[in-house]
């Protein structure tokens, strides 16, 4: 079984400043990583993911995460946030494994950019 | 393309009526996933889908819920007699293959109300 910890419900931050969302997580085999956003009454949207190779990761709109392994993290960071920014991102994992595997998703956290 | 399909996007319903919410995969993808997502909670995995089979329902309540992906229209999730705690955004996502490797898409969301 697999587990998913954001530790921050909320993150506000002014426009232009960098930001870090934290995401560890907790399983007894290998996974695969994603973070997804959601903007108000909308579903949720790919941001980017972690399968294999490079640990760290990048989306087209300047976010990156980097996998840690030793501590079963994937951290999402942005140097400089936009209003448009505003939204809540969800860490999630799957089982890295061969045959079918389902998301597994922390509470997410709101991210709340201010001017 | 079009992406994942949901309706209602908002369904409100009285205590003890039935809720029927519908999926239609993205084109090409065979694989369909439904979530909950409770006020201020994660989304939770409820079922897993593949054309005429329940892959795995062990997220789904034991009564009053049950899902079907027929050969032909989309996935049906069911919720028989609905009390207030039902009140929930579901998501309905889809993917090519099965793996965990494959990113989920997932649809705008139905909201329900129970009144």
């Known amino acids: 079984a697999q587990s998913v910890t954001q530790l921050d419900s909320q993150v506000p931050v002014f426009e232009e400043a960098p930001v870090e969302l934290r995401c560890n997580y907790s399983s007894s085999v290998s996974v695969y990583l994603f973070w997804y956003v959601q903007y108000p009454n909308q579903g949720l949207q790919l941001l980017l993911k972690y399968l294999s190779g490079s640990t760290l990761v990048e989306s087209i709109n300047g976010f990156e995460a980097e996998f840690n392994k030793s501590q079963t993290s994937f951290h999402l960071r942005k140097p400089s946030v936009h209003i448009s920014d505003t939204a809540e991102y969800f860490c999630a994992v799957s089982r890295g494994l061969s045959g079918y595997s389902t998301l597994t998703f922390g509470k997410g956290t709101m991210l709340l950019v201010s001017p | ?115």
């Open chain 2, 1 to 115: 393309n079009a992406g994942v399909m949901q309706n209602p996007r908002h369904l409100v319903r009285r205590r003890g009526q039935e809720a029927r919410l519908r999926c239609s995969p993205m084109k090409g993808h065979s694989h369909v996933y439904w979530y909950r997502q409770l006020p201020e909670e994660g989304l939770k995995f409820m079922v897993y889908l593949q054309k005429e089979n329940i892959i795995d329902e062990s997220g789904m309540p034991k009564e009053r819920f049950s899902a079907e992906f027929p050969k032909e229209g989309p996935s049906i999730l069911r919720i028989q007699q609905v009390v207030r705690g039902d009140s929930a955004a579901y998501f309905c996502a889809s993917s090519y293959g099965g793996d965990g490797v494959e990113t989920q898409y997932f649809g705008p969301g139905t909201r329900l109300l129970v009144l």
